[in-house]
């Protein structure tokens, strides 16, 4: 069906054209010319009539017009060219000609641009719910993924419909989730196995343990008795010498002792005042009989590190120390380097990503999250960024997303840092992320052929989260209050009393 016809100056990547229907922004149209058939998508649209222009301030003259000739209007609109349907979706090397027709792009059409090697399958197009929307599972792994909405636009379930897709094909899934959604979660595809949040200390560097311990990097003779505190307990833990303490408790001890020796110097009492501290901060973080965390990885499950019981600080701990960990032994792992290595590629799903990885703040996880995102995709360490307010994102992080769904944005902010991030999003594109409904995403990298409009599957399985229902619990709560008053009064009147 023709939807209209090109106008004015027609470039290799943009038409405008005019039409009396009136398409939907996102529709795919087609224009032949030279024997090509180029795809495109409607970015625009505006509705005009030329009698009724901007400089027309008489309003008596305004409702006369609109009378007599109000359906005498126009559309204009914008279309992106996408390339060419029989080469590969390349951009064609020459212009169409002003006045080419434009048509709607059928369905036979579409399904070929959305026919992928690895399909995972997103959902429907927005216009066309006839046309499932597939993308291509390599490229989002490689070259990681944004999620991005503001809340309540249906970020989590698309996090989970993604998830469980890549279920089916056994990809190992890690999320560090900070908000106990997927602990018990069901997946059509897979099951959940939680990891619990615990790291043993001698898996970790003397730096992570320092930056725990808040040794500033000036405090050298603190560093000096630390260092010396900390390779002292790790030989004995190795040797199976301590067995019966904890790794700051134990470092504490053996600083006392040395203390004790080296008549109180002040600077051994301020290190075991700092251990002291970092005790009582992070005292449900180590365990000595915890393996790596990373061997409890198991492959084809969505693996869960539940970080909902733990503050900011435990949960930077924890991620900059398991990335950390996961690049080094990917690296040994793919140059055959004997020792620690990890066998497999992982896919990190990172909720609450404007936590860990700040766009205004310095941290350990931001530091590993950016090193992951650089380096991870020669290592087989997938990313996906996930949060509701994406300007808070750092920046570098999410630059390197080369895949990127996003739901509904309203926030002006948001959307520019969105932008500046991404190569792929056009201003045209931008400006519809307010109208879109909930569960519908604007999809595009290079896991999508073409810039999509789509409607996201509702996930199938079961997770925990969303919104409570507060004026249910309230309601509860009264007629738990009521029954408990019946029970009373039936136990006076069993016992013989009368009200």
């Known amino acids: 069906m023709t939807v209209g016809y090109c106008v004015g100056e027609i470039s290799l990547s943009e038409l405008t054209f005019i039409s009396d229907k009136m398409p939907q922004v996102g529709e795919y149209v087609t224009v032949e010319y030279d024997g090509k058939k180029v795809l495109g998508m409607v970015e625009s649209l505006v509705r005009g009539n030329d009698a009724l222009n901007i400089d027309l301030h008489d309003v008596d003259a305004i ?50 641009v959305f026919k992928v090697k690895n399909p995972i399958k997103l959902g429907t197009l927005v216009n066309q719910e006839d046309v499932e929307v597939n993308v291509e599972a390599n490229p989002m792994l490689n070259r990681h993924l944004a999620i991005l909405a503001m809340t309540g636009a249906g970020k989590s379930n698309t996090v989970a419909v993604l998830m469980d897709q890549l279920l089916a094909y056994s990809v190992p899934i890690f999320v560090f989730d900070m ?94 005042n700092k251990i002291d501290d970092a005790k009582d901060k992070y005292s449900n973080l180590f365990d000595n009989n915890k393996g790596n965390i990373l061997t409890g990885i198991k492959i084809g499950h969505v693996n869960v590190l539940d970080l909902s019981q733990s503050d900011e600080y435990v949960a930077e701990v924890l991620v900059s120390h398991i990335m950390r960990n996961a690049l080094r032994r990917r690296k040994n792992a793919v140059h055959g380097n004997t020792g620690d290595t990890l066998d497999h590629p992982v896919f990190f799903v990172i909720e609450e990503a404007h936590i860990l990885a700040p766009n205004r703040r310095d941290s350990q996880s931001k530091h590993w999250i950016q090193r992951v995102a650089r380096e991870g995709r020669k290592f087989g360490l997938g990313l996906c960024l996930v949060s509701q307010s994406p300007k808070t994102v750092d920046h570098d992080a999410l630059s390197q997303m080369n895949n990127m769904i996003i739901l509904r ?57 969303g919104d409570l229902d507060i004026i249910g619990e309230f309601k509860n709560y009264r007629e738990a209050e009521e029954a408990e008053i019946r029970r009373q009064e039936q136990e006076s009147l069993d016992l013989g009393y009368d009200y």
Not at 191 to 204: H, L
């Open 63 to 112: 409702q006369t017009i609109s009378r007599i000739g109000g359906n005498d209007y126009y559309i204009k609109g914008k279309v992106k060219l996408l390339g060419d349907v029989d080469d590969k979706l390349r951009l064609p090397r020459t212009p169409a000609l002003p006045g080419t027709p434009i048509k709607l792009a059928d369905k036979e059409i579409l399904d070929k």
């Open 409 to 465: 944005l309203v926030e002006p902010e948001d959307q520019r840092h969105v932008q500046s991030a991404s190569e792929s999003l056009s201003r045209d594109l931008i400006e519809q992320l307010p109208s879109l409904n909930v569960g519908e995403a604007i999809v595009l990298g290079l896991m999508s052929k073409v810039p999509t409009l789509v409607k996201i599957d509702e996930f199938k399985g079961r997770r925990t989260g």
């Open 179 to 272: 908000h106990g959604e997927y602990r018990d979660a069901e997946f059509p595809n897979g099951n959940v196995n939680v990891i619990a949040p615990k790291i043993n200390p001698t898996y970790m560097s003397f730096a992570e343990i320092k930056r725990l311990v808040n040794i500033s990097g000036n405090a050298y003779i603190q560093e000096r008795y630390f260092r010396k505190a900390f390779h002292h307990v790790k030989r004995e833990i190795d040797s199976g010498t301590e067995r019966d303490h904890k790794f700051l408790d134990a470092m504490y001890d053996y600083l006392a002792v040395l203390a004790s020796e080296e008549g109180s110097d002040k600077q051994i009492i301020d290190v075991m």
